[in-house]
């Protein structure tokens, strides 16, 4: 019997040998070979019994065409044929949220609804669309973020709450463009109904089952006070701002300044102060209120501006943006003016904010006998601070001035407020220690220590090999590495990379997908609560941290050990000690000799090379020695035991088979293509020291423990050992299953 379209690795044809006619296929041909006598019913028989399987979960759709030719002996039949379609079946992608419920964060006004989502597809490595639906979704105030990436565009409807992300791109694409998209909200009562987040997923042909997360958003229902943020995505809630001698008036809050009050839907007043009243009357708060009912009175003698009426909060804030800072005379007192602001609901007010304003022809400071806090300013900016240990904070935009900052002695640091795009900071570097956010001449020189966490690019950080080093990266996916000494390095937000290189290092990765280098028993990795999926690469022994999920040593570690959670832990080509300890743990052995301990979850279980000794503990465990002679116990729960060739160098030992809970899985790969998926026959097993008939595969001597596998029973093939159950347990052919 012949295959016409015969595709290798997909055709299967399946016969049991009967009658005494013995079937043979060639898997390399797709031929099927019946032989020795019988009679004409019986090969009738044997043919009728022949089956067509495809092992591929993704087919050729292609027809195969049957060609069947018979023979007694002195002549051969005409062959006769039979056409089979084969229909492929689509597996629908999954869709699976890693929680049930998130909370959001009122503050923040925004949240990620699952960075942690998982997609998967059994026959498509590429999804076409996904849509994100918010049930119970309220117009005006629920809001889907979504930046288009890696080809995938997003489209929300506002009057349905629906965000569809449509183009080609593949599995792994589009769970990362789920993962970012941010859910906000920005209403101001204190009491608002859970919201539900259900996610679709498609390949392109079949549509995944919803995955469904339930957003329940809490509210503190107590009587709280506005909140007032003149600085608003910068650091801290005060701002600051230069002004220029004869120059134009300036802003006293950022742009993106923010006034909220979650229990009040109206302000009814506002005050803000100019705490050191220097130049008289020509110093003014200036303010528009066209187009609102709030009321502004300046009090020119006391430098205060009242402002009154009832209003939203986004009016007040409209109104508080728009105040500057004016000073008309020709050669003011430069002493900086500190100007205060407070805020009413009419039952409390804000706690106190304020803005400081330097003022000055242009930045150029004296050298300074003590540590100082510098800022830089709308002018070139020329700072020396040689002597102690300053900080200096500036904006993306004061940093176009093409100024020269220098930190001079001591330990100075250097904040970044804003800005984006990409960044390398270089504590080395003697001539210019920023690049890639400063524009012209521009240099930063003499700083030790970078907080970027403000900073919504990707940056590069590289510290001295001479220093501590403290490097703070912000909200893109950036590269920290501290070099020599005992540096701190924190990622914030992103999919970060720390490396504190040689000493002993705190590295903390915040939100986002981290990965730690690892080089010291007294490095210290630090990671938030459910803050992504982070690994942990150690050149030493290592035990993961709270909120580590993944662990790999590299050269030179030797131990690993889990946490509570279900961890990964891959070793190296040394013998290694893993210890997964809590959690559904897949621990990798790789090369050597290596001991492998579960622990209390479902957890699995890999030797790799070298004759491995793994042990699961509690909890429905899966064992594979893999190469070398390995021993596998696998203690409480329904243990699975897998043997995965039958060469003489992988015979394994088992020593607490239990036939009622436990299983012993085949590789069908590395024993035999002939052995079909699933439980084995009856007549595939025997019980005592060899094969009866040509049948029988395997064979077990329940006086000794040995496990044969025997690939042509009676044949001219000899049986070979595969392993040995130390306590002699009673098995049947239902303990024994073939997997791929």
Same mark, same amino acid.
């Given at each position: 019997m012949t295959i016409a379209g015969y595709v290798p690795g997909q055709d299967l044809l399946g016969f049991s040998n009967q009658k005494g006619i013995a079937g043979s296929f060639d898997a390399a041909t797709g031929t099927l070979t019946l032989v020795n006598a019988a009679s004409r019913l019986d090969y009738q028989a044997a043919l009728q019994s022949i089956t067509y399987l495809n092992t591929s979960e993704n087919p050729s759709p292609a027809n195969r065409i049957f060609s069947f030719t018979v023979t007694d002996g002195a002549a051969a039949s005409n062959p006769v044929t039979r056409t089979l379609q084969v229909i492929p079946v689509n597996d629908a992608p999954i869709a699976t949220t890693s929680v049930k419920t998130l $909370?959001?964060?009122?503050?923040?006004?925004?949240?990620?609804?699952?960075?942690?989502?998982?997609?998967?597809?059994?026959?498509?490595?590429?999804?076409?669309?996904?849509?994100?639906?918010?049930?119970?979704?309220?117009a005006g105030e629920d809001g889907l973020i979504f930046n288009d990436q890696?080809?995938?565009? !997003?489209?929300?409807?506002?009057?349905? !709450?629906?965000?569809?992300?449509?183009?080609?791109?593949?599995? #792994?694409?589009?769970?990362?463009?789920?993962?970012?998209?941010?859910?906000?909200? @920005?209403?101001?009562? @204190?009491?608002?109904?859970?919201?539900?987040?259900?996610?679709?997923?498609?390949?392109?042909?079949?549509?995944?089952?919803?995955?469904?997360?339930?957003?329940?958003?809490?509210? *503190?229902?107590?009587?709280?006070?506005?909140?007032?943020?003149?600085?608003?995505?910068?650091?801290?809630?005060?701002?600051?701002?230069?002004?220029?001698?004869?120059?134009?008036p300036v802003k006293v809050a950022d742009s993106s300044a923010r006034l909220t009050d979650s229990d009040s839907a109206v302000l009814t007043s506002a005050q803000v102060i100019i705490s050191n009243l220097l130049d008289d009357k020509n110093e003014e708060l200036l303010v528009d209120t066209i187009g609102t009912n709030i009321k502004a009175l300046y009090d020119s003698t006391q430098g205060s501006l009242s402002l009154t009426g009832a209003a939203a909060p986004d009016t007040y804030l409209k109104v508080l943006r728009s105040i500057r800072y004016q000073n008309r005379s020709q050669d003011p007192n430069t002493a900086t003016r500190v100007i205060l602001f407070s805020v009413s609901d009419?039952?409390?007010?804000?706690?106190?904010?304020?803005?400081?304003?330097?003022?000055? %022809?242009?930045?150029?400071?004296?050298?300074?006998? /003590?540590?100082? @806090?510098?800022?830089? $300013?709308?002018?070139?900016?020329?700072?020396?601070?040689?002597?102690?240990?300053?900080t200096l904070t500036s904006t993306w935009e004061h940093l176009q001035q093409n100024d020269q900052l220098d930190g001079g002695s001591g330990f100075d640091t250097f904040l970044l407020t804003d800005g984006g795009g990409e960044a390398l900071i270089d504590v080395r570097n003697p001539v210019n220690q920023v690049r890639g956010v400063l524009a012209g001449i521009g240099a930063v020189t003499n700083f030790e220590y970078f907080d970027f966490s403000s900073f919504t690019g990707n940056a590069t950080m590289l510290g001295s090999d001479a220093l501590d080093d403290r490097l703070s990266t912000g909200l893109g996916n950036d590269i920290l590495s501290g070099g020599g000494g005992n540096d701190r390095l924190?990622?914030?937000?992103?999919?970060?990379?720390? &490396?504190?290189? /040689?000493?002993?290092?705190?590295?903390?990765?915040g939100m986002g997908d981290d990965v730690y280098i690892?080089?010291?028993?007294? *490095?210290?990795?630090? #990671? #938030?609560? #459910?803050?992504?999926? &982070?690994?942990?690469?150690?050149?030493?022994?290592w035990t993961m941290g709270d909120e580590i999920e993944n662990l790999i040593l590299s050269s030179g570690g030797s131990n690993g050990t889990g946490n509570i959670l279900s961890n990964v832990i891959t070793g190296n080509a040394g013998g290694n000690t893993l210890n997964g300890n809590g959690g559904n743990d897949l621990l990798s052995g790789n090369g050597s000799s290596d001991i492998l301990l579960g622990?209390?979850?479902? *957890?699995?279980?890999?030797? =790799?090379?070298? %004759?491995?000794?793994?042990?699961?503990? %509690?909890?429905?465990?899966?064992?594979?020695?893999?190469? =070398?002679?390995?021993?596998?116990?696998?203690?409480?729960?329904?243990?699975?035991?897998?043997?995965?060739?039958?060469?003489? @160098? /992988?015979?394994? $030992?088992?020593?607490?088979?239990?036939?009622?809970? *436990?299983t012993i899985c085949i590789s069908r790969k590395g024993f035999s293509p002939d052995l079909k998926r699933g439980g084995i026959l009856e007549a595939e097993f025997a019980l005592g020291s060899q094969a009866t008939d040509e049948r029988d595969r395997f064979i077990y001597n329940q006086a000794t423990g040995a496990l044969f596998f025997d690939a042509d029973g009676t044949g001219s093939i000899a049986q070979i050992q595969i392993a040995q159950l130390t306590n002699r347990?009673?098995? /049947?052919?239902t303990d024994i299953f073939i997997i791929k």
């Open positions: $909370t959001f964060p009122r503050t923040a006004g925004a949240v990620a609804i699952d960075p942690k989502l998982r997609l998967s597809d059994l026959d498509s490595a590429n999804l076409t669309n996904a849509i994100v639906t918010l049930k119970g979704y309220v890696d080809g995938i565009t !997003g489209s929300f409807d506002a009057s349905t !709450g629906t965000l569809t992300l449509t183009g080609s791109a593949s599995l #792994e694409q589009y769970q990362e463009a789920l993962r970012a998209i941010i859910y906000t909200n @920005s209403s101001n009562s @204190s009491i608002i109904s859970p919201r539900n987040i259900e996610i679709t997923v498609t390949d392109g042909i079949t549509r995944s089952d919803p995955a469904t997360a339930t957003l329940q958003i809490q509210f *503190d229902k107590s009587d709280t006070i506005p909140v007032l943020d003149l600085n608003g995505s910068g650091a801290g809630r005060d701002f600051s701002n230069t002004f220029v001698i004869t120059g134009t009419g039952t409390n007010s804000s706690e106190p904010s304020q803005t400081a304003i330097q003022i000055t %022809n242009i930045n150029l400071n004296d050298i300074p006998t /003590s540590e100082q @806090s510098l800022v830089t $300013t709308p002018a070139t900016d020329l700072i020396d601070a040689p002597r102690s240990n300053d924190r990622g914030n937000d992103g999919n970060d990379q720390l &490396d504190g290189n /040689s000493g002993d290092d705190r590295m903390e990765g690892v080089d010291s028993l007294s *490095d210290r990795v630090i #990671e #938030e609560l #459910e803050a992504g999926f &982070d690994t942990v690469y150690a050149s030493v022994s622990g209390n979850g479902r *957890d699995t279980l890999s030797g =790799g090379g070298g %004759n491995d000794k793994l042990t699961g503990n %509690n909890g429905n465990d899966k064992l594979t020695g893999g190469n =070398g002679k390995d021993t596998l116990t696998g203690g409480k729960g329904k243990d699975q035991f897998c043997l995965m060739n039958r060469q003489k @160098s /992988s015979l394994d $030992t088992i020593t607490d088979f239990r036939a009622v809970d *436990d347990a009673t098995i /049947s052919r």
